[in-house]
């Protein structure tokens, strides 16, 4: 095992969260009456969510704004006559009741503990969410530590989260890596942090931001035990 600190990115890297956002937004809008949801907004509501996560990695929003003006935004746009509040709150409900593995997450989880190495998670996400999604999907009891942005007051991919996690890691950065899904928060932020940097890309996209180049490129979790 080549690294004695392993950093995970929670979701769409270790938690499907594009599976349980399909599932969360579908289920949310059907309990409030309206149908095929999905069809019809899900993805202007994917862009719109994705443009506010972007600029909260760029401190130009807060996370309490953005979890509920992403739907403000949305039904602002499609005329819905629904409290954006309620329903974000339904939605996060949803969202932390139906979680799903990525593939080979738990074994890849369980050789680097079983090595006796350490292994953090490292996550912008909200944070009551995230530690509901971590307990139900029986992952969390991998974990050494687990940093939320909000409680190290600083968000990938900027330095400050990383250096907390080398605190609760209690080890220096030396012999870290971050494995992620997205280039702008996980491999930049790794890259500010100074340590390695894995870039999960389990569909072969290509790097929009080439100026960014990660260390380690992978398109399974498995890869990450054959790292050299
Ligand atoms: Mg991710």
């Known amino acids: 095992m080549k690294f004695d ?3 995970f990115d929670l979701d769409d890297t270790l938690l499907d969260f ?5 599932i969360a937004f579908e289920k949310s809008f059907s309990e409030f009456g309206i149908l095929n949801a999905m069809s019809l907004y899900f993805s202007d509501y994917k862009r719109i969510s994705q443009n506010l996560w972007d600029q909260f990695e760029r401190n130009e929003i807060q996370k309490e704004v953005l979890r509920v003006r992403r739907f403000e935004v949305l039904f602002e746009q499609y005329g819905i006559q629904l409290d954006a509040h309620k329903f974000s709150d339904l939605y996060l409900h949803h969202l932390s009741d139906n979680n799903f593995h990525i593939e080979y997450s738990v074994d890849v989880l369980r050789a680097i503990k079983d090595a006796n190495k350490k292994i953090g998670i490292i996550t912008n996400g909200i944070k009551a969410v995230q530690y509901k999604r971590l307990e139900a999907s029986n992952l969390k009891t991998f974990f050494d530590f687990i940093v939320v942005s909000e409680e190290s007051g600083s968000a990938k991919p900027h330095v400050g989260i990383f250096e907390y996690a080398f605190q609760l890691a209690q ?3 030396n012999n870290a890596i971050i494995i ?3 280039i702008e928060a996980d491999i930049l932020g790794g890259l500010n942090a100074g340590i390695s940097t894995c870039w999960f890309n389990p569909y072969n996209k290509q790097n929009s931001t080439p100026h960014i180049q990660p ?3 992978i398109k399974s979790l498995l890869e990450i035990l054959n790292f050299k």
């Open 18 to 22: 594009q599976k349980s956002q399909n």
């Open 180 to 182: 992620g899904d997205k």
């Open 215 to 217: 260390h380690y490129e």
């Open 5 to 7: 600190l392993y950093l």
């Open 171 to 173: 080890m220096p950065k």
